[in-house]
């Protein structure tokens, strides 16, 4: 075992680094009545999610599909250029420990796994798998897990060892809670939520119980996948607006855009916010349609989104 007067990522740390975001542009859909002043925070190859220059009382992240953009934001996005930047803002992500120190990498997924130590023929055995033949990261990993669930503190390795002696064979497992962190050579590593600072683990946590609350119906239906893709995007999305503010993680709103019924003076464009029913673990929809008056846009949306409930409303292009 190692001497541990420092967290098990201290190999991996990096000062954060002050910047300006590379990626704020304006966002035109394919008609070009639509436009949004924003930053990217994540893509992938369906969607893309924006912070917005100009904040709202409802909504200040917007993910939208990508096919609904136009064609030069589309081919931006395939850029080099683009690629290039958002490698770069994500490199500059620092998470803070409670100890004081950072992890340099980019959140990517949530995970949730045990973590179950026995002491076999004098060797600790982690998930079946001995110590020693952990990845060093891991292998300081575990005496902080230990201590976190047994409400204890190693004062070295010689402690935490004597501990894994004290419970003989006893099979002992810990429910962690974490995040994905890709590290910037692409390594990743999960990371347990209670290792982080109380600011971030708290932001971090509403997200995480809706992943959980979701995880038993995706495994039961075909569209698992795309809600996986979708909630990891939504996840690195926030997470990166978290670096930004450094406060609360902010809320994402669906931009669905409906641009086929617009000409000349005939009707306006209505973005209608919906809210999902109360009690259903669902992100908000920001529905842009086309309209005459505001009590049209508000019937349009509810019919094309049933059971959601009506939010605010404002015309963004029109006469």
Same mark, same amino acid.
């Given at each position: 075992?190692?001497s541990q007067?420092?967290y098990w990522i ?14 704020a542009k ?29 904040k ?6 917007? +993910? /939208?599909?990508?096919e609904? #953009?136009? &064609?030069?934001?589309? %081919?931006? @996005?395939?850029?080099?250029?683009m690629?290039d ?13 409670k100890n004081?120190?950072?992890v ?19 060797k600790?055995?982690?998930?079946d ?12 990993m575990?005496p ?6 047994e ?16 419970q ?7 429910p962690?809670?974490g ?8 390594d990743?590593? +999960? /990371?347990?939520?209670?290792? #982080?600072t &109380?600011?971030?683990? %708290?932001? @971090? ?24 893709r ?6 690195q ?11 609360e993680m ?10 086929n019924?617009?000409?000349a003076?005939?009707v ?9 029913p ?15 008056n505001?009590?049209?846009a ?7 989104n049933p ?9 963004v +292009?029109?006469y």
């Open positions: 075992m190692h007067p420092r201290s190999c991996l740390l990096i000062l954060l680094l002050a910047h300006a975001s590379a990626t304006e966002w035109t859909d394919k008609s070009g009545l639509l436009k949004i002043q924003g930053t990217i925070l994540a893509a992938d190859d369906k969607e893309v999610v924006i912070k917005l220059d100009k709202t009382k409802d909504h200040e992240l917007l +993910a /939208v599909e990508i609904q #953009l136009s &064609d030069a934001d589309q %081919a931006y @996005l395939r850029s080099q250029e690629a930047s958002m490698k770069s803002e994500g490199d500059k992500h620092a998470w803070e420990l004081g120190m950072k340099f990498g980019k959140v990517v997924r949530f995970v949730r796994k045990d973590v179950t130590l026995q002491r076999r023929r004098g600790l055995y982690v998930n798998r001995p110590m020693d033949n952990l990845p060093e990261v891991y292998q300081r575990i902080h897990v230990v201590e976190h669930f409400k204890t503190k190693f004062a070295d390795s010689k402690a935490f060892d004597a501990w894994v002696e004290k003989r064979a006893n099979v002992r497992t810990f962690c809670e995040v994905m962190i890709e590290f910037p050579n692409g990743e590593y +999960a /990371v347990p939520l209670f290792f #982080l &109380d600011s971030a683990n %708290a932001t @971090l946590k509403p997200s995480y119980d809706q992943w959980v609350a979701e995880l038993g119906y995706q495994r039961q239906t075909e569209q698992a996948q795309e809600q996986q979708q909630q990891e995007l939504y996840l999305s926030q997470a990166a607006s978290f670096q930004q503010t450094q406060q902010l809320k994402i709103a669906k931009l669905q855009l409906v641009m019924s617009v000409s003076g005939a306006d464009l209505w973005e209608v916010m919906l809210y999902p109360f009690g259903v673990n669902a992100y908000p929809i920001s529905v842009v349609v086309p309209a005459r505001s009590a049209d508000s019937v349009i949306a509810m019919q094309r059971n959601y409930r009506l939010g605010p409303m404002r015309k +292009a029109g």
